[in-house]
Structure formats: structure tokens, C-alpha cells
């Protein structure tokens, strides 16, 4: 009985100093870990695996192809490296370069599985997939506006809108810049579109762009002005597990995404958010820009609400997709093209990577553009099709705006 007793002990004090670990983040494999000489080492136990590798955006990329209407692709996919497994089953590998300053995405590769890094509780859902986050941010440098400092901040919030069109209320995420609930000042509008298989989360979680306006406007780079990100999938109310359909994996095969009902319908958005915030209803006063399918968003909506819009900006986007039998939203395109340039807007913005799959696409339009004498800015970048360029373009769009 004595023994039995020491032995409940025993466990219920392991027990113990398990919770209380938990509870008090308690000694554990640090990972990851920026050096003083601006290397990065990446760490992940597992004792009993063959072999370990780390994936991310911070590495050199490699070329992959794909398939797309019959015609072979080809895009830059993230590096692999090997780690070496050390004392007590610890795998550890360290850059032999210093991590330029910016924001990454990793996951690790365990004997053929991915999993996301257990010691880096920073972690982004992208669609279905799990990554873990590096923030590598340097004062003076791009990624600076990605940290969170101590200016005043703007306030987020999930709005949900009455939506005739999908027949139930849908949800936004609403930026208003620090100063807005004191004020009685009236402000410009800027709408972001997220990319095929993204909500109105995607923008805030991966793109970090609360952070670039907070950082934007504090540093008087940026005019303030309320941000709207928007759902652009029609048939969904809100971001997974945020909706009616409950536990329901994501997933990029959604219906009515880019056959013309997200682009009809959103005259909607536009009246909700100027009945519902002080916004200055004017069409220099609005701007829209979105990436990869919300890019594809923006180049219609601009073309065909082209009094609703004075700036545009396309980010990778998805550019020679459509099917002008689908919907008249896309059809008369060289007709709507010049209607929106007589309109004056004041801005269109482009931008691509040159390893972007859409690149080819996107030199195309510019070359429409070009050949009418249609006036555009253009910005292009290294890589191809992912968050690290769109956070730059977002960065320099946005000071662009409402001037």
C-alpha cells in the first residue's frame, strides 16, 4: 500500500511539473534562433528519424513545373536543406548566409512528412496548409514596417454585411486607422482582395498589413484611411471554422470565385461600409488593389465600376483567366479598358515577379496598355508567386495613394 502510495506520488508530481512546464514555457529546443551574425539556425527533435529537412522561402529557390489548360508551367518552389542530428535526437542546421532581412514561412520535412516547426508557436494558415513563421526585421529595412512598434495603432474589426446577392450576411475585416473613433474627420477607402482559396483574414495574418499601416501612416509615409478586406469567395459567410459550415477542410475548388458574381455583387461592400463608417464618397477617395485571383478581381472591378475607383493596383495577378461567356462582367474588355482610361483614374499599379507564373501574362496587359498609349506604374521584384512580394507591393502602393 506504502509502495502504491509513492507510486501515485510519484505521477501525480510528474504530472505536476509537466503542467506547470506547459504553464511556464519551461526549457525546451530553441528554434528558430537568429545569430549575432545574422545566420539563422533551425532545430526539431525527433530520435528515432532517418532523416530531417527544412523548407522556406528564406532559401534559394527551385524550379518546379506544373500543368495549367494543357500547357507545361514552370515556378521557383522553396529551397531544402538537410539537418544534422545532434545530442538527444536534435536535428540542427544553420544557414552558411545571413538571412536578409524580411518575413518568411517554413516547414520541415520529417522522413517525407511536413510539419510545422513545435518550438515556433508563430504559425500562418495559407488555404490548407500550415507554416511557421521567421520575422527577421532590421531598422531602416522594408521589414521593419512588418514588426509591431510603439506608434498608435489602428483597430480591427470582423463586420459582417447583409449580402442580396449571396442571399445571407457575410463577413469583412475592417481596418480604421489609430484616431478614428475620436475624430469626426471622414476618410479615403482602401479595399484589398486576397488570392484563390484566401478570406478576409489572409491579408491580416500572412500579409502583415495592419502592421505596414500602422507603420505607414505613424511615419507620415501613408495618408490615413479605413481598409476593407473583403471574402472574395461569394459562396462562403466568413473564414473557415468562422462560418455555418463548421469543421470543413479549405480548400482552393470553391464555387463562384471567378465567374462574376464577387465582382456584380460588390457594389454591396461599397454601400455597407459608406453608410456604416465616415468615409469620403468620392471616386479619388477609393481605391482598390488585390493579389493573384484578387488582382483579376481589382482589373474588373476597375474596368467595370470605373466612377466607383480612382486607384487600382494589381499584385501577381491573375490576368487572361476568364471566360467572357460566363458573365458580361468580362465581356467588351477593349471597350471597357478605354472607358476606364477616359475616366482619368489616378493611378493603375502593376506589379509581378519575374519567376511569377503570371509574369508572361501580366507583360502581355502592359503591352496592351503600352501599344494604346494607356498610362500604368510598374514595379517588379525577384521570385514568383507568394507572400513575400505581395508585402512589398502592398508597402509601396499604399503611399501612393490619395494624394
Known amino acids: 500500500?506504502?509502495?502504491?502510495?509513492?507510486?501515485?506520488?510519484?505521477?501525480?508530481?510528474?504530472?505536476?511539473?509537466?503542467?506547470?512546464?506547459?504553464?511556464?514555457?519551461?526549457?525546451?529546443?530553441?528554434?528558430?534562433?537568429?545569430?549575432?551574425d545574422g545566420t539563422v539556425t533551425f532545430r526539431y527533435q525527433a530520435p528515432k528519424a532517418v532523416k530531417v529537412?527544412?523548407?522556406?522561402?528564406?532559401?534559394?529557390?527551385?524550379?518546379?513545373?506544373f500543368e495549367m489548360n494543357g500547357q507545361k508551367m514552370s515556378y521557383d518552389a522553396p529551397g531544402v536543406r538537410e539537418l544534422k542530428e545532434g545530442k538527444m535526437g536534435i536535428w540542427e542546421y544553420t544557414t552558411d548566409f545571413k538571412v536578409a532581412p524580411d518575413m518568411y514561412t517554413y516547414t520541415f520535412r520529417v522522413d517525407g512528412l511536413t510539419v510545422i516547426d513545435a518550438?515556433?508557436?508563430?504559425?500562418?494558415?495559407?488555404?490548407?496548409?500550415?507554416?511557421?513563421?521567421?520575422?527577421?526585421?532590421?531598422?531602416?529595412?522594408?521589414?521593419?514596417?512588418?514588426a509591431i512598434h510603439r506608434v498608435p495603432h489602428g483597430t480591427v474589426s470582423k463586420v459582417w454585411y447583409p449580402s442580396a446577392t449571396a442571399g445571407f450576411d457575410r463577413r469583412l475585416t475592417v481596418?480604421?486607422?489609430?484616431?478614428?473613433?475620436?475624430?469626426?474627420?471622414?476618410?479615403?477607402?482602401?479595399?484589398?482582395l486576397h488570392g484563390i482559396g484566401g478570406d478576409e483574414d489572409a491579408w491580416v495574418t500572412q500579409g502583415r498589413a495592419t502592421q505596414?499601416?500602422?507603420?505607414?501612416?505613424?511615419?507620415?509615409?501613408?495618408?490615413?484611411?479605413?481598409?476593407?478586406f473583403t471574402n472574395g469567395n461569394i459562396s462562403?459567410?466568413?473564414?473557415?471554422?468562422?462560418?455555418?459550415?463548421?469543421?470543413?477542410?479549405?480548400?482552393?475548388?470553391?464555387?463562384?470565385?471567378?465567374?462574376?458574381?464577387?465582382?456584380?455583387?460588390?457594389?454591396?461592400?461599397?454601400?455597407?461600409?459608406?453608410?456604416?463608417?465616415?468615409t469620403i464618397t468620392k471616386k479619388q477617395s477609393r481605391a482598390v488593389c488585390g493579389l493573384s485571383m484578387g488582382g483579376f478581381h481589382t482589373l474588373y472591378l476597375s474596368l467595370n465600376y470605373p466612377e466607383m475607383f480612382g486607384w487600382s493596383g494589381m499584385f501577381s495577378a491573375a490576368i487572361g483567366v476568364s471566360d467572357p461567356s460566363v458573365s458580361p462582367i468580362y465581356q467588351d474588355f477593349d471597350?471597357?479598358?478605354?472607358?476606364?482610361?477616359?475616366?482619368?483614374?489616378?493611378?493603375?499599379?502593376?506589379?509581378?515577379?519575374?519567376?511569377?507564373?503570371?509574369?508572361?501574362?501580366?507583360?502581355?496587359?502592359?503591352?496592351?496598355?503600352?501599344?494604346?498609349?494607356f498610362k500604368y506604374t510598374y514595379m517588379e521584384t525577384d521570385g514568383g508567386h507568394i507572400w513575400k512580394n505581395w508585402r512589398i507591393y502592398l508597402s509601396e502602393f499604399v503611399p501612393l495613394l490619395f494624394k
Open 1 to 36: 500500500m506504502k509502495r502504491l502510495l509513492l507510486i501515485t506520488a510519484a505521477l501525480l508530481l510528474g504530472a505536476s511539473a509537466f503542467a506547470q512546464q506547459a504553464l511556464w514555457g519551461g526549457p525546451g529546443v530553441v528554434s528558430p534562433e537568429i545569430n549575432a
Open 53 to 65: 529537412e527544412v523548407t522556406g522561402d528564406f532559401l534559394p529557390t527551385q524550379k518546379l513545373e
Open 119 to 146: 518550438n515556433n508557436v508563430f504559425v500562418n494558415r495559407d488555404i490548407a496548409s500550415l507554416t511557421s513563421v521567421l520575422l527577421v526585421p532590421e531598422a531602416g529595412e522594408r521589414s521593419d514596417l512588418y
Open 175 to 192: 481596418y480604421t486607422p489609430a484616431g478614428y473613433e475620436t475624430s469626426k474627420a471622414k476618410y479615403p477607402v482602401l479595399y484589398v
Open 212 to 228: 505596414i499601416l500602422d507603420n505607414l501612416i505613424a511615419r507620415g509615409e501613408a495618408k490615413p484611411m479605413i481598409v476593407v
Open 236 to 278: 462562403q459567410e466568413a473564414a473557415p471554422l468562422e462560418n455555418s459550415t463548421g469543421y470543413t477542410r479549405p480548400t482552393m475548388q470553391l464555387p463562384q470565385t471567378m465567374e462574376g458574381t464577387f465582382e456584380t455583387a460588390f457594389p454591396e461592400i461599397v454601400k455597407f461600409i459608406d453608410s456604416r463608417y465616415r
Open 335 to 373: 471597350a471597357k479598358l478605354a472607358k476606364y482610361y477616359a475616366g482619368k483614374p489616378s493611378l493603375l499599379w502593376i506589379g509581378c515577379g519575374v519567376t511569377d507564373f503570371l509574369y508572361q501574362a501580366n507583360k502581355e496587359f502592359m503591352k496592351k496598355l503600352d501599344d494604346n498609349g
